[in-house]
T-cell receptor, first 113, second 114 residues
């Protein structure tokens, strides 16, 4: 089955700097890669996603890149702000309606003042 | 606004006791997932249902865990007997059928087994 590895487990960046979180997946049939953000005491929420027919997708300060050959994808946050402090999860699935969605172990992002 | 509702939010129980967690998915969502979150393992998929039918429960310890959807508005996750290693936050998420499903998570049930 699918296995998703996520690095780093913890990341601290200065406010205003960029943050990058990387994930790898094992199943070459996976073609849908969402990212979720979890704030303290809450459930995760979708922030951006990408399908395997797209190499990069951007939404304001966040962007996701996908390298299907290498089976890895990354989340980039630019101009980080205090409200970006949270736990971020990457995930992978085959995108079919009956397919499971497998998450990485998460990255705790700290934005330092 | 529509949201996934989980109860209880917090549960402290003693080892050996039965624990039942409940989830009300968003109306119209026909897929329900149960995840367990721990510091070490992140978000582990325990089981998921589509149109109330279990599709995969391979992530659950079968001897003590069970998951059901008695109707479209209720999903349950039961642990009997509970053990200290079951202490975690349990999340339910629901999604509408279709490709590239967005999961909508509840706020979780924090379980502590003493």
């Amino acid at each position: 089955g699918e296995n998703v590895e996520q690095h780093p487990s913890t990341l601290s960046v200065q406010e205003g700097d960029s943050a990058v979180i990387k994930c790898t997946y094992s199943d070459s049939a996976s073609n849908y890669f969402p990212w979720y953000k979890q704030e303290l005491g809450k459930g995760p929420q979708l922030i951006i996603d990408i399908r395997s027919n797209v190499g990069e997708k951007k939404d304001q300060r966040i962007a996701v890149t996908l390298n299907k050959t290498a089976k890895h994808f990354s989340l980039h946050i630019t101009e980080t702000q205090p409200e970006d402090s949270a736990v971020y999860f990457c995930a992978a699935s085959k995108g079919r309606r009956d397919d499971k969605i497998i998450f990485g172990k998460g990255t705790r992002l700290h934005i330092l003042p | 606004d529509a949201r996934v509702t989980q109860t209880p939010r917090h549960k402290v129980t003693e080892m050996g006791q039965e624990v039942t967690m409940r989830c009300q998915p968003i109306l119209g969502h026909n897929t329900v997932f149960w995840y367990r979150q721990t510091m070490m393992q992140g978000l582990e998929l325990l089981a998921y249902f589509r149109n109330r039918a279990p599709l995969d429960d391979s992530g659950m310890p079968k001897d003590r865990f069970s998951a059901e959807m008695p109707d479209a508005t209720l999903a349950t996750l039961k642990i009997q007997p509970s053990e200290p290693r079951d202490s975690a936050v349990y999340f339910c998420a629901s999604a509408r059928d279709g490709l590239d499903r967005q999961l909508f998570f509840g706020e979780g049930s924090r379980l502590t087994v003493l």
